[in-house]
Nanobody, 122 residues
């Protein structure tokens, strides 16, 4: 079992930055692929980024490539999402997720946080 708690969301102007954190509790955090997903009102949950167990491999949605960076600190059981050059279309609830295998498909993840709201004003 893994419990996930996100933090760091808020309101920011377009062009600004935010860093989201996801603190995990439970055993074997380093065994899990960690992903970030987001869901805007009226839209499906979509993949943002994922990072493999050791942190050596990362994956991004095309819409955030070059602006967002995912990282993890296995010693602190925490995964981060650094978001730069934010756009109004990045506005959504951002969720952290964990899975032993991981993918870009949200329903393949077993564990989820409660979400944190990110609002980007124009």
């Amino acid at each position: 079992q893994v419990q996930l708690v996100e933090s760091g969301g808020g309101l920011v102007q377009a062009g600004g930055s935010l860093r989201l954190s996801c603190a995990a509790s439970g055993r074997a955090f380093s065994s899990y692929v960690m992903g970030w997903f987001r869901q805007a009102p009226g839209k499906e949950r979509e993949f943002v980024a994922a990072i493999l167990w050791s942190g050596g491999s990362t994956y991004y949605a095309d819409s955030v490539k070059g602006r967002f960076t995912i990282s993890r600190d296995n010693a602190k059981n925490t995964v981060y999402l650094q978001m730069n050059s934010l756009k109004p279309e990045d506005t959504a609830v951002y969720y952290c997720a964990a899975d032993l295998h991981g993918s870009e498909v949200w329903y393949e993840y077993d564990y989820w946080g409660q979400g944190t709201q990110v609002t980007v004003s124009s």
